[in-house]
Nanobody, 116 residues
C-alpha cells in the first residue's frame, strides 16, 4: 500500500517560515489532486491548500496570501511554503492525494508548532 510521507515540520517562531514536502513511498498513477490538510488539538481536520493536475490551486481562508502550494507532477510530490506563521497555524499537517482511478492516499502527518 503506497503511503505519502511528509517532512519539513518543526518548531518556528511567529512570523517565521517553513516548507513542507510530501512524497509517495512507491509509485502512484494518474494523480489528480494533491493537497495539505491540518488538524489542531480539539478541532476538526481542515483543508489548507490543494492543487489540481491542471495547476489550479485552492486555499483555506485563514492561509490565503501566506501559504503557497506547488507540485512536481513527474515525481508526484507536493510542497507547502508557509510564511508569516501564526500560533493558530500550530497543528499536525497531513498530505493527501487522489487519483483519476478513484484511489486516495494520506500521510502520517508532520507536526508544525508556532511558538516563541
Amino acid at each position: 500500500q503506497v503511503q505519502l510521507v511528509e517532512s519539513g515540520g518543526g518548531l518556528v517562531q511567529p512570523g517565521g517560515s517553513l516548507r513542507l514536502s510530501c512524497a509517495p513511498s512507491g509509485r502512484l498513477f494518474s494523480v489528480n489532486t494533491m493537497g495539505w490538510y491540518r488538524q489542531a488539538p480539539g478541532k476538526q481536520r481542515e483543508m489548507v491548500a490543494t492543487i489540481v493536475s491542471s495547476g489550479s490551486t485552492f486555499y483555506g481562508d485563514s492561509v490565503k496570501g501566506r501559504f503557497t502550494i506547488s507540485r512536481d507532477s513527474a515525481k508526484n510530490t507536493a510542497y507547502l511554503q508557509m510564511n508569516s506563521l501564526k500560533s493558530d497555524d500550530t497543528a499536525i499537517y497531513y498530505c493527501h492525494a487522489d487519483s483519476f482511478l478513484g484511489s486516495a492516499y494520506w500521510g502520517q502527518g508532520t507536526q508544525v508548532t508556532v511558538s516563541s
